[in-house]
């Protein structure tokens, strides 16, 4: 009887390892997949880098001002543009939050580039 369980518990063991490695694959073809989709070369149409004034941000409340800055950035990028869809990234969310929520930066300089689709992506400009 000892051997039996033994080996039942050898063998629920195997069923367990490979249970938990199946998932990491799976995972790891979709992280690959990803990558492919950002690595493949987007058309950009236009590219133009701006100095935003975040001067409307420090109106409002202390405890309000960047979330603020953050709605001033989309509106100058939507009017400049042209552009209804705006995806701003981590290193410019990280830039205007890194002073916390009640001292953003007076003013940003960003590089906005719009692809073929319309989508303007805007990063932080080289330099900064």
């Known amino acids: ?32 997949e990803r990558a492919e989709k950002e690595e493949a070369p987007e058309e950009i149409v236009e590219e133009r880098i701006y100095t935003i004034p ?6 409002v409340p202390r405890k309000e001002r ?8 989309r509106s100058f990028i939507k009017r400049h543009m042209k552009t209804e869809s705006i995806i701003l990234s981590n290193e410019v ?3 205007i939050w890194s002073r916390g929520i009640e001292k953003p930066p007076r003013r940003i300089r960003v590089r906005a580039a719009k692809n073929k689709e319309g989508v303007v992506k805007v990063h932080l400009a080289e330099g900064d």
């Open 1 to 32: 009887m000892t051997e039996e369980t033994e080996e039942e518990k050898k063998s629920e063991e195997e069923e367990i390892m490979e249970e938990e490695t199946k998932p990491k694959e799976a995972t790891e073809e979709k992280v690959a």
């Open 54 to 59: 975040l001067r409307r941000a420090w109106i």
């Open 66 to 73: 960047t979330p603020k800055a953050i709605k001033v950035i």
């Open 93 to 95: 969310n990280e830039l």
